[in-house]
Structures are given as structure tokens and as C-alpha cells.
């Protein structure tokens, strides 16, 4: 996934892989930073990697149970070749920490998200056979000064802040990624500058909470409106928002700014407000819906995306039916649906986990077809529009069709002539299904 690097001193290769967030993903072209600078190389070939790390997520109990299944792989790979270093890095590695040691006899290194500078030291000791562990939480690391090492391309992701302070019952973030801190506004904004020389055309601001940034007098409404000064060819889009910190001064920069993107992801997690409480989402069903009502006066056209959690301990059918209501009166561009998974430390572990797996798989799947109505109906009516789209490149099933993206997060598959990625361009949408639009060069 790394470009190659000449003049390595170490000779080592590093292979990384990446689950989870895109917190996750920025976090992985951070380590890459950090490891290219010591002159360690990358391949993307796990049997010709002297290091072998994998960047992983705690989210839910089946992202786990992926991990460990691609540990197995690790591990033959390790029985092969003995000498490679084996690091678990990332929100699991903060969550199970030294069991991985003892358990996973195959692992050498667990760094947790906040202790990537101890990479580089931490892989020369475990090529020495000494087995490593680093997984403090800090008040203050944003890997600020880290230039992360990037694939080209047309989209990067800019990390602004770190941690959740929130504590939804249900979340285990808060544990895994520690307090929330933000980075200096002035080095944000430079890196953008920078990305925008490079000839990236998309940038997305992370973080778990990302509304929530704050840097002295400057929030986070500040930020976009700064970053998207800095070339108005370049788009500008965030990731994620929580209801509680959607400011009417981030409303505003998003309606008055054209080059922020009018998408919001805006997870409600429930219909209910009993099991909103229960959750410490920290608002209500109505407060939401007038959230919503306000971002969509201010922001026309704007785009609504949701996450939701199917199944939470106690949910009733009832409380199910008020989500499958909620979701028909918001009409989501898109959702995506969980399945409730108990996280160990959390509040609602405590609570148990009630509601049998069939009824979670089968209240997601209501939601689902739900959602795929609404989203079907809603790109049916794109049909016949025009739309300038940035051009990203080929397309997953074909190489004479391209994708591009519209500034609601839509995709758009169109027939590929000469069109660049990176370049805006106009199309005509012909068709759409819930997922997809296709259109034709206008
Ligand atoms: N910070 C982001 C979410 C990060 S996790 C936010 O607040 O929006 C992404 C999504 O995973 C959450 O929105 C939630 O829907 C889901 N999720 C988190 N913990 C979960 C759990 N224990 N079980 C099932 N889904 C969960
Ligand atoms: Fe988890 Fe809630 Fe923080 Fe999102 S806001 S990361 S769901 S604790
Ligand atoms: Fe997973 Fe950690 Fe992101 S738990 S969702 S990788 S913050």
C-alpha cells in the first residue's frame, strides 16, 4: 500500500494491514511516517515482509474475530520465516494487551494507538528476540509533527483531533483511544496547503468526534472554513459528527462555503428515546429531528447518512419500531446498520446482552431494506439531473468505466473516455439503483 523507499538503512520490509475506521487507515500512513523516516521499506507482499504489522479495530466482536482469523495467516507466514517480527497495533492491541503476548505466541509487538513512536525501537529489540509491549493512553499525542506517508492519488485523510470523551454506554473507543485533543489549527491547515500542492483534490478532516475540535479560540466550523480557503478546487468533507457538537456556526460554514461538501454523517443510533437515555447519546428524538430540520433549511440539497445499533440490551420491538419510524421521517441517503455487540469496560456490559441474536439479525435487516427503499427512491430522483462530479478513476467491475463522486458522497459510474482522476466533470444521470447512479458525459 506504501510507495517503495530508496537509501533504506534498516533494509527491513514492512508489510501493514489495516481494519477499522478511517482513523485507522490515517493512523497506518502515520506508522508509515514514522517508520519511513527511520529508513524502514514497505512491501505489499506478506512473504517478503521482515516485519509484519496489523492495524486493528475493537469496535465489535466479529472485527475482532476477523483479526484473529488473519493472526492464523500471520502465524504460518512466521513458521516459514522465523525472523519476522510479528506487531499488533491499534485499538485491539489497546483493548487485549499483554494477552497477546501471552496468548498469540506468535506476536512480538503490541503498540497501542497513542505509542507509534516506539515503533522503530520496539521492531529493532523484537528482531533481537525481545518481545515488546507499549500501550499508554496520553493527554496530549497528536503525532502533529508525523508527515504521514500517503499513497498518490486524488482523496487524503487529515487527522485533526484524537479520543472520544463522550462514552456512549455501548462504545468501547473511548477506552481504546483515549481523551479527546486536538491538533494546532496552524499545522492543520498547512498540511492541507501542502496536500492541495501535491495535487490531492479531496480532503477529509477525521476524528472520532471531529465537531468537537477545539484549538484555543478556534473550533472546528474555524477549521473548515480555513482549510477550504486554502484552494477552492478542493473539496472539503469530515468525519464523524456527533448530533451534540453540530453547531449552527458549522451549519453556516457548510451552507456558505461551496467547496465543503454538503454530506453529513450524523449518527442517531436509535429511534427510541428510552434506549437514546440508556445509550447517554446525550439528545432526544425530537431534538434530533429538529437538528435535522435546521441543517436541511440551511443546507439545501445537503446529504444525511446515519449509523444504528440493532438489539442494544433491553431494545423492545417497540423501541425497534420507533427506529424503523424515525428512519421514514429523516428518509437517510444512507445508513449503516449494527448489530449491538457487548464491549467489555462499557456501561451497558454491565447491562448484559438481552435481546437474542436472531431478533438483532432480523430488526438490522428491517432496517436495511427499509433504508434500501428510501435510498433507491431518493437517487430515482437524480435521474435526468446533472451533476459535477470528481472524477476518482476505474471503476470496481470495469476498466472502461469510471467512478466519480458527487459533493453529496454519491458515487457515479460513467463510461470512461479521457477523463483524468481528479478532474471535475458533468454528467448527465441516466439511472440509479440504492446504491449507485450512472451517467453519461454531458
Ligand atoms: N465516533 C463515531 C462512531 C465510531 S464507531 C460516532 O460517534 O459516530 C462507528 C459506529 O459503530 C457507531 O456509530 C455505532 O453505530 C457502532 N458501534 C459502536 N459500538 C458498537 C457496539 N458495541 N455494537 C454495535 N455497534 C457499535
Ligand atoms: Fe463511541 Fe460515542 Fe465516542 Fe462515537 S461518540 S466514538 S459512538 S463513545
Ligand atoms: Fe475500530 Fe478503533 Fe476505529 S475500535 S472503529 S479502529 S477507533
Known amino acids: 500500500m506504501y510507495p517503495k523507499m530508496a537509501n533504506c538503512k534498516t533494509n527491513r520490509r514492512v508489510y501493514v494491514e489495516t481494519y477499522g475506521c478511517q482513523m485507522n487507515l490515517?493512523?497506518?500512513?502515520?506508522?508509515?511516517?514514522?517508520?519511513?523516516?527511520?529508513?524502514y521499506a514497505f512491501t505489499s507482499d506478506l512473504e517478503t515482509a521482515d516485519v509484519a504489522l496489523i492495524n486493528t479495530c475493537a469496535i465489535r466482536d466479529n472485527a475482532e474475530r476477523r483479526i484473529h482469523g488473519r493472526l492464523g495467516l500471520f502465524n504460518a507466514q512466521k513458521r516459514r520465516n522465523p525472523d519476522l517480527v510479528v506487531g499488533i497495533l491499534g485499538c485491539m492491541a489497546e483493548r487485549l494487551r499483554e494477552k497477546f503476548l501471552d496468548q498469540e505466541n506468535l506476536v512480538d509487538i503490541v503498540v497501542g494507538p497513542d505509542e507509534y513512536r516506539k515503533l522503530p525501537s520496539l521492531i529493532e529489540h523484537a528482531a533481537g528476540g525481545e518481545k515488546g509491549i507499549a500501550v499508554r493512553l496520553s493527554r496530549v499525542e497528536t503525532y502533529d509533527d508525523i508527515e504521514p506517508l500517503r499513497t498518490e492519488g486524488v482523496s487524503a485523510w487529515v487527522s485533526v483531533m484524537r479520543g472520544c470523551d463522550k462514552f456512549c454506554t455501548f462504545c468501547v473507543v473511548p477506552f481504546t483511544r483515549g481523551r479527546e485533543r486536538s491538533r494546532p489549527f496552524s499545522t492543520v491547515v498547512e498540511e492541507v496547503r501542502s496536500l492541495a500542492e501535491q495535487g490531492f483534490k479531496d480532503v477529509t478532516l477525521l476524528g472520532q468526534n471531529?465537531?468537537?475540535?477545539?484549538?484555543?479560540d478556534h473550533d472546528f466550523a474555524d477549521l473548515m472554513r480555513a482549510v477550504a480557503d486554502v484552494d477552492r478546487q478542493l473539496r472539503i468533507r469530515f468525519t464523524t459528527s456527533h448530533p451534540q457538537d453540530m453547531s449552527d456556526r458549522l451549519i453556516e460554514a457548510i451552507s456558505t462555503t461551496d467547496n465543503i461538501c454538503k454530506y453529513i454523517h450524523l449518527p442517531v443510533q436509535s429511534g427510541s428515546d428510552r434506549i437514546l437515555t440508556l445509550m447517554n447519546r446525550t439528545y432526544s428524538v425530537d431534538?434530533?429531528?429538529a437538528l435535522v430540520e435546521k441543517i436541511r433549511s440551511a443546507i439545501p440539497g445537503v446529504s444525511l447518512t446515519t449509523d444504528t445499533i440493532s438489539g442494544f440490551p433491553g431494545e423492545t420491538d417497540e423501541d425497534h419500531r420507533l427506529?424503523?419510524?424515525l428512519m421514514k421521517a429523516v428518509k437517510y441517503d444512507g445508513a449503516y446498520t449494527f448489530k449491538y455487540s457487548p464491549r467489555e469496560r462499557t456501561r451497558a456490559w454491565e447491562m448484559g446482552d438481552i435481546v437474542a441474536d436472531e431478533l438483532k439479525t432480523a430488526r438490522v435487516g428491517e432496517i436495511l431494506a427499509l433504508?434500501?427503499?428510501?435510498?433507491?427512491?431518493?437517487?430515482?430522483?437524480?435521474?435526468?439531473?446533472s451533476e459535477r462530479i470528481l472524477v476518482e478513476g476505474p471503476s470496481k467491475k470495469s476498466a472502461q468505466e469510471y467512478t466519480g463522486r458527487t459533493d453529496t458522497n454519491r458515487t457515479v459510474v460513467f463510461p470512461h473516455v479521457q477523463e483524468q482522476p481528479g478532474e471535475y466533470i458533468t454528467v448527465k444521470i441516466a439511472r440509479a439503483n440504492s446504491a449507485t447512479l450512472f451517467g453519461i458525459r454531458a
Not at 471531529?210 to 484555543?216: E, F, I, Q, R, T
Request: zero cysteines; charged letters at 25%.
Open 26 to 39: 490515517a493512523d497506518s500512513e502515520l506508522v508509515g511516517g514514522i517508520l519511513a523516516k527511520e529508513g
Open 210 to 216: 471531529v465537531n468537537s475540535y477545539a484549538d484555543g
Open 287 to 289: 431534538g434530533y429531528l
Open 323 to 325: 427506529t424503523l419510524a
Open 371 to 385: 433504508q434500501r427503499d428510501l435510498s433507491r427512491e431518493i437517487n430515482q430522483q437524480f435521474v435526468g439531473r
